[in-house]
């Protein structure tokens, strides 16, 4: 089971290769004023409305430590996980234990012979799962934007690039 999961999940490294100017520049780009909406800090509120939004009971942390716990203490806790947040994105760094996951395999029928009558999931930390979802709340703001639907240039991109 470990070498299908192994096989599965990918392997640890990979090198991407770098992006040629010409891709960039061939399609559209943002604004300035859309540049500078990604960057912009996210206030308590973003936070809380994110947080709030990940079900109560979905799945335990590797903390052991749900989302309806973060709910039931926000007054007490809500400051601490608001200056985590922010802490990420201003300083780039997060702690080692807020990026820990643990891979869950749940069976798919009742009847299990394979490795493949397993769906993994992972159970990432609260906090990990808010700056998922505030990251993706600002990229959902400004992609359409930058999502090139010229299908020729797709093509040309993808034929220089084997893609």
Known sequence: MTSFY???LGKNEYHSRCV???VMEAGPSLTLEQQL????PFNKNDIKHVLFSIPNHKSLCPDGFSSGFYKACWDDIGALVCNAINEFFSEGHLPNFFGQTKL???PKTINLERAQDFRPISCCNIVHKCITKL????L???????IDKDKELL???GSCYSI
Not at 37 to 40: F, G, S, T, V
Not at 140 to 146: F, N, R, S
């Open 6 to 8: 192994k096989d599965l």
């Open 20 to 22: 040629d100017p010409w």
């Open 37 to 40: 909406q990604l960057c912009k």
């Open 104 to 106: 869950i395999l749940l």
């Open 135 to 138: 990251i993706c709340s600002r």
């Open 140 to 146: 959902k703001e400004v992609l359409p934007h930058i």
């Open 155 to 157: 093509k040309k991109v």
